[in-house]
């Protein structure tokens, strides 16, 4: 799967024509790339609906995870899906020399290290979420609208992101709806869905476990075109030290599978270097009991 990787593409991978979805049970998903919008994709492709994905360029160092947003969906259609998604990737033009975080090309290097350590807070990007979910939220009124029928608004969000992204916790959810409700007629045709708001990345790859079982999709292909990792290299593979990087790792080794997606020094030098990591910052303790399975799991 390695391949010289041109930030160009990562706009230009559209996978389809984006065709009018017909029926009652639609959803807008904001799709990052990542595994977590990714597997919210994939529990909505089980669930029935026809399937709006936005993905947004708004400078970030991490590109790569548009192309894997469409490598993604690509995939989903040759297994049998085509018609059930169109995707758009949004390009937010001149933002990141506006703001300021690490995440965008300019900034400062991403920090590693534990995703609950303080200096992950120079991973925010001011206000990116409401950004987002404004242009989510226009496209899903006005399906609504067209469609004359109820959308969902979907997003990946999980307790995990609480601590560090204000923009990811119920409240602002709750306030952005409220916003969002009192500036627009007939609102309330569109809520949200965000079913992993409560749990962590190892329960939303459980949740994939079981919606690739369902949807008969290959765990690995799907999870493989997915990006995680603030820190890439420049042929797309994925650095281990990132914070991002470490708690999508400590979910695979929770799980008990070996992560897909092609890191720079290898899957075994990454697994060891987060379970240092994650040994570390508990004192010892690591938590979760699957890590010593692992020689029994992935060869």
């Known amino acids: 799967m390695t391949k010289l990787y041109l930030e160009e593409e990562a706009n230009n991978h559209d996978v389809n024509e984006h065709p009018i979805l017909s029926g009652d049970k639609q959803a807008v998903i904001s799709l990052s790339g990542g595994m977590d919008s990714s597997t919210v994709l994939l529990r909505l492709l089980v669930e029935g609906y026809q399937i709006t994905a936005l993905s947004f360029d708004y400078g970030q160092k991490h590109s790569i995870e548009l192309l894997r947003a469409a490598e993604l969906i690509e995939h989903i259609n040759q297994q049998g899906y085509k018609g059930r998604i169109r995707r758009q990737c949004i390009t937010l033009m001149g ?157 695979f080794l929770k799980l008990g599978r070996k992560d897909p997606v092609e890191y720079i020094d290898g899957w075994e030098v990454a697994k060891a270097h987060v379970e240092k990591t994650l040994s570390a910052y508990s004192g010892g303790k690591i938590n979760n009991n699957h890590y010593n399975e692992m020689n029994d799991n992935v060869e």
């Not at 990141?96 to 350590?117: C, F, Q, R, T, W």
């Not at 290959?218 to 075109?225: G, I, P, Q, S």
Request: aromatic letters at 10%.
């Open 95 to 251: 933002l990141k020399d506006m703001i300021s975080s690490n995440l965008v090309k300019g900034g400062d290097d991403v920090p590693e290290g534990h995703y609950e350590e303080d200096n992950m807070k120079d991973t925010v990007v001011p206000n990116r979420n409401k950004m987002f979910s404004s242009i989510v939220q226009s496209v899903a009124l006005s399906i609504a609208n067209t469609q004359q029928c109820d959308v969902k608004v979907a997003m990946g969000i999980h307790a995990g992101d609480h601590a560090i992204y204000p923009d990811c916790r119920q409240e602002f959810r709750n306030a952005d709806y409220k916003a969002f409700t009192e500036g627009n007629w007939d609102a309330e045709r569109v809520t949200y869905y965000t079913p992993y708001l409560k749990g962590d990345k190892y329960d939303i790859l459980v949740d994939g476990l079981k919606c690739c079982a369902n949807l008969g999709l290959d765990f690995d292909e799907v999870y493989k075109r997915t990006n995680t990792s603030y820190k890439p290299n420049k042929i797309g593979q994925s650095d281990y030290k990132s914070a991002s990087s470490v708690e999508r790792i400590e979910a």
